[in-house]
C-alpha cells in the first residue's frame, strides 16, 4: 500500500446533537483525529451519544453536521458519486447496525451483489466458506426477510468482507450474537483485515476484547 | 450476475398496465409517423420516378379562357408568357403558333371522298411526343407531314363512318393515305400540296404541321400579320400540383381540366398525410409522456432498494446502464415491429398498385428508415435523461 489511506475528522459535530454534546467532553467530537488504515480502533459510546450517526457521517450517508469529514486528504463533500461509489466498492467497507439486508433476496443473494458490484475480490465459493465458518450456510438460500437477526447480522458481516477494503466499519457488529458466535465471527473479521492490510473502526456501547485494538476511544 | 440481482430487486411488474399502454401508444404513433413518411415518399416517386412517366401528364395546353371579356381577345401577351415562363412550377413555354392563312384538305379518290376548311398549328418539336422520321419538312419534301389528335380518328371511327355508312380506318391505314392540301395565297390563287398524317397524339388538341412548313407558309400566304399565341403548351413536372392549378384560375388560364384534376387527388393525399402526421406525432408526444413516467414510477417504486444499492457503493453509472437495459430495448422492439409492418403494407401496395400500372417501391424508402432512426434517437435521449434525473433525485 503506497499511501497509507486515512480518516480524518475535525471539529466535527452534528447538528441535531449538538448543544448535547458540547456539554460533554468526547475523544471524537469536535476535535481534530485522524485515523490509519493500519489502525484497529474501537469507540465506546453509551447510548445516544452519536454512535451510530458517528458512523453513518464517515460513511458520508448524513451531511447535518459541522466540521469536517476527510478521506485520504479529501473531504467528502467535495467528492462526486462515482468517487464515492468508487470508495465504497473498494476502500470502505461497512457493517450496519440495522443491518441493512434487502429483505427479498436470499441470503446468498445480499452477499453475492457485493461480491459482483465490483471486480470480484473472492470467487463466490469464499461465500459458502465464510458461511459455513460462522454457521449459517444452511440458510443461504433462505430470504433475508425471513432470518433471524442473528442470521441476518452474520449475512451482513460476511456482505462487507467479500469486497475489497482499507477501512472497515462496524456498528455494534454483534450485538445479535451469542458469546461463541461472537468469537468465530471476530475471528473472521481479524483474518479478512490482516489479509488486506486494513484497518477497522469498531463503535459499541461497551468494553471489550474481541479485537486487539490499537486505540480505544470514547464518544 | 449483477444484472440478475438488480432485476430481481428493480422490479417493472408494479406498472405492467402502463408499460402496455405506453408500448401500445409508442407503436402506434410510430406507425402512424413512419406510414406518413412512407406514404410521402410514394407520392414523391409517383411524381417524378421516370417508370410513371406519362406522355401526356406533363404537358398542359393553357389559354385563355373564352368568355364575355374574352371573346375575341385571347392572345397572350409577352408579359403574361414571361411571367408563366418564371413560375417555379413551370418547367418549360412553347409557343403554339396558329397558321395565318386559310388552307383546305379534299382526297386525291373517289373511293374515299372528302373535303374541308382546315387550320394548322404547330409548337416546338420539343414539345412533341412522336418520334417519326417523317417528322420533318422543307422545301424540297414530296409532302407536308401532319400529327392529329387521337379524337379525330374515334370521332370518325366511332360516329361519322357509322351514320354516313363509311367503313372503320385503322391509325396504320389512315398514314398510308396521301391528300391534297390547298393553300390561298392573299391574292387569290390557290396552290396545291400533297398531305399525309404521321402520327397521333393526346398531348395538343390540334392539327400539327412542322415548325418549319408553318414559318415557311406563314411567310408566303399569310393574310394577318399578328404572330401572338393564344396558346401555349407547358412542360410541368406534376399538373397536379395545387400551386399551378391556383395560378392558372387567378390569371384567368385555363388547361386541358382532366390533367389538372389530378390537383384535387393531390390536395386529398395531403391532406391524408398530414392528419397521418399530426396524430403521430401527437400521439408520440403522450406514449412518450407515458414511458416517462412509467420510467419515474419504476425508479419511485425501487426507491428504497436503489438507495440502499447506492449505499453500498453501486455506481449510478452502473444503475443508470442497468435501468436502459431495462427500457431502452422495448423501444428498439417497437420501432423494429413498426419498421417490419410498414414494410409488409409497402410490399402489398405495391403488388396492388402493380396490377394497375403504378410503379412504387417494393421497399421501405431511405426517409421512412431515417425517421425511425431519429425517433429511435430521440427515445434513447428521453429513456437517459429521465432515468439520469429521477436517479440523482433518489439519491439526495
Known amino acids: 500500500m503506497g499511501t497509507q489511506n486515512s480518516i480524518e475528522i475535525n471539529s466535527l459535530i452534528p447538528v441535531p446533537l449538538k448543544e448535547k454534546l458540547l456539554q460533554r467532553s468526547s475523544d471524537i467530537w469536535n476535535r481534530q483525529e485522524v485515523f490509519y488504515s493500519n489502525e484497529w480502533i474501537k469507540i465506546k459510546a453509551p447510548s445516544g451519544t452519536g454512535k451510530t450517526t458517528l458512523t453513518h457521517i464517515l460513511y458520508k450517508l448524513r451531511f447535518d453536521y459541522e466540521g469536517s469529514v476527510l478521506w485520504s486528504n479529501k473531504n467528502i463533500k467535495d467528492i462526486s458519486d462515482k468517487e464515492l461509489a468508487q470508495a465504497r466498492q473498494q476502500k470502505i467497507s461497512i457493517i450496519f447496525q440495522d443491518l441493512r439486508l434487502f429483505q427479498n433476496l436470499t441470503a446468498r443473494e445480499n452477499i453475492e451483489l457485493n461480491r459482483v458490484l465490483q471486480e470480484p475480490f473472492y470467487e463466490n465459493r469464499v461465500i459458502d466458506e465464510m458461511a459455513t465458518r460462522l454457521g449459517i450456510a444452511h440458510i443461504l438460500e433462505q430470504r433475508a426477510g425471513l432470518c433471524s437477526y442473528g442470521e441476518q447480522q452474520r449475512i451482513a458481516i460476511i456482505r462487507a468482507l467479500v469486497q475489497p477494503f482499507d477501512f472497515l466499519l462496524m456498528d455494534e457488529p454483534f450485538s445479535h450474537l451469542d458469546k461463541e458466535n461472537i468469537t468465530i465471527a471476530a475471528a473472521l473479521i481479524t483474518e479478512e483485515c490482516r489479509k488486506r492490510n486494513a484497518g477497522f473502526i469498531l463503535t459499541d456501547l461497551d468494553d471489550d476484547d474481541h479485537f486487539p485494538y490499537t486505540r480505544k476511544l470514547n464518544l | ?396
Not at chain 2, 225 to 239: A, G, L
Not at chain 2, 255 to 280: H, L
Request: hydrophobic share 45%; charged share 15%.
Open chain 2, 1 to 396: 450476475m449483477l444484472d440478475i440481482l438488480l432485476r430481481k430487486l428493480i422490479k417493472t411488474a408494479s406498472g405492467r398496465t402502463r408499460f402496455v399502454m405506453a408500448v401500445m401508444g409508442l407503436s402506434v404513433a410510430l406507425l402512424l409517423i413512419l406510414a406518413a413518411v412512407q406514404v410521402q415518399a410514394n407520392y414523391n416517386e409517383l411524381l417524378n420516378g421516370k417508370t410513371n412517366q406519362d406522355s401526356t401528364a406533363n404537358f398542359l395546353v393553357v389559354n385563355k379562357e373564352v368568355n364575355n371579356k374574352t371573346l375575341n381577345a385571347t392572345t397572350l401577351s409577352d408579359d403574361e408568357l414571361k411571367k408563366l415562363q418564371q413560375q417555379p412550377f413551370i418547367d418549360a413555354v412553347g409557343n403554339i403558333s396558329p397558321g395565318r392563312f386559310k388552307a383546305s384538305i379534299e382526297s386525291y379518290t373517289q373511293n374515299f371522298p372528302f373535303k374541308t376548311d382546315i387550320a394548322f398549328e404547330s409548337v416546338p418539336n420539343a414539345f412533341i411526343d412522336v418520334n417519326n422520321e417523317d417528322w420533318k419538312w422543307d422545301e424540297n419534301s414530296s409532302f407536308i407531314p401532319m400529327i392529329i389528335p387521337n379524337m379525330f380518328l374515334d370521332i370518325y371511327n366511332f360516329q361519322f363512318s357509322v351514320s354516313q355508312g363509311y367503313p372503320q380506318i385503322t391509325p396504320a391505314a389512315l398514314k398510308t393515305v396521301s391528300f391534297k392540301v390547298n393553300m390561298a395565297a392573299p391574292n387569290g390563287s390557290v396552290q396545291s400540296y400533297t398531305g399525309r398524317i404521321v402520327g397521333f397524339s393526346d398531348r395538343i388538341s390540334s392539327v400539327l404541321v412542322p415548325q418549319s412548313f408553318m414559318d415557311w407558309a406563314n411567310q408566303h400566304y399569310a393574310t394577318q400579320q399578328t404572330s401572338k399565341p393564344s396558346r401555349v403548351v407547358i412542360r410541368t413536372k406534376d399538373p397536379g400540383n395545387p400551386a399551378l392549378v391556383s395560378y392558372l384560375k387567378q390569371n384567368g388560364l385555363t388547361a386541358d381540366a382532366d390533367k389538372t384534376r389530378f390537383s384535387k387527388y393531390r390536395q386529398i393525399v395531403n391532406a391524408v398525410v398530414n392528419v397521418s402526421w399530426i396524430t403521430g406525432a401527437v400521439m408520440l408526444v403522450f406514449a412518450l409522456l407515458i414511458f416517462t413516467l412509467f420510467i419515474q414510477l419504476t425508479i419511485a417504486s425501487c426507491k428504497e432498494e436503489i438507495a440502499l444499492l447506492i449505499t453500498l457503493g453501486a455506481a449510478p453509472k452502473q444503475l443508470q446502464g442497468f435501468l436502459m437495459k431495462r427500457f431502452f430495448p422495448s423501444n428498439i422492439a417497437i420501432t423494429l415491429l413498426s419498421l417490419i409492418v410498414i414494410s409488409i403494407l409497402q410490399f402489398l401496395l405495391y403488388g396492388i398498385l402493380q396490377k394497375q400500372n403504378i410503379y412504387v417501391s417494393a421497399y421501405l424508402s431511405y426517409y421512412t428508415f431515417a425517421v425511425a432512426g431519429i425517433v429511435l434517437l430521440a427515445l434513447w435521449v428521453l429513456n437517459y435523461t429521465t432515468i439520469n434525473k429521477y436517479i440523482k433525485v433518489n439519491n439526495k
